[in-house]
């Protein structure tokens, strides 16, 4: 099994340019979540999917728009990026809420 | 809101030290608790996840415990290696909340 994996691994926006980060898991999983790392400020909440065809925003959702494609897949945009959007992005997934979260690798995003 | 810290932030010792690592959270009604490592530039490597009626769970050579009253829990690691250098986090899930809330870390380095 992958488990969690992320596309791209590095990706450098301009400012105002639009991406889509991937997001798949392999473990049959029903909630899946998108956190930005940074410096000094840790890991935080951009949005999460309890379960398929559910999303929610977390503490930093400004910015940023989510798909759950299906079950295994939810996908994290962003419309217009901006400086502050450089960070490194995790995915996340767990069978259910409150369960153990098991992380992908990780997307380094620098906006220029 | 709830809110995690660890301390010390960093810590550095010799090889085949025991150690313990701190974790303090401020609302004591937690649903579970969860230690991570995370290795430079790397995802989040799950540890251990101690539900609240339990009080330790242990992994080889990691015993995690926890005290809800107080609001606290320790990362205990036996015969520390250079291997176990990285940084661990801890992260709590609330009885009310809809996410895990993340501590800052403490970055280990275990010499030679």
């Known amino acids: 099994n992958a488990g969690v994996t992320q596309t791209p691994k590095f990706q450098v926006l301009k400012t105002g340019q639009s991406m889509t980060l991937q997001c798949a898991q392999d473990?049959?999983?029903?909630?899946m979540y998108w956190y930005r790392q940074d410096p000094g400020m840790g890991l935080r909440l951009i949005y999460y999917?309890?379960?398929?065809?559910?999303?929610d925003k977390g503490e930093v959702p400004n910015g940023y728009n989510v798909s759950r494609l299906n079950k295994r897949e939810f996908s994290l945009r962003l419309e217009s990026a901006a400086p502050s959007q450089t960070s490194v992005y995790f995915c996340?997934?767990?069978?259910?809420?409150?369960?153990?979260?098991?992380f992908g690798p990780g997307t380094r995003l620098t906006v220029l | 809101k709830q809110e995690v810290t660890q301390i010390p932030a960093a810590l550095s010792v010799p090889e085949g030290e025991n150690l313990v690592l701190n974790c303090s959270f401020t609302?004591?009604?937690?649903?579970?608790l969860q230690w991570f490592r995370q290795d430079p530039g790397k995802g989040l490597t799950s540890l251990l996840l101690?539900?609240?009626?339990?009080r330790e769970q242990t992994s080889g050579r990691l015993n995690a415990s926890l005290d809800k009253s107080s609001g606290r829990s320790t990362l205990y690691i036996a015969a520390s290696q250079p291997g176990d250098s990285a940084t661990y986090l801890c992260?709590?899930?609330?009885?009310?909340?809809?996410?895990?809330?993340f501590g800052p870390g403490t970055r280990l380095s275990v010499l030679p």
């Open positions: 992260a709590v899930w609330g009885n009310y909340g809809q996410n895990f809330v």
């Open positions: 473990m049959n999983h029903n909630s």
């Open positions: 609302d004591s009604a937690i649903y579970n």
């Open positions: 996340a997934s767990s069978e259910r809420g409150r369960n153990e979260q098991f």
């Open positions: 101690i539900q609240s009626s339990q």
């Open positions: 999917s309890a379960s398929e065809g559910t999303t």
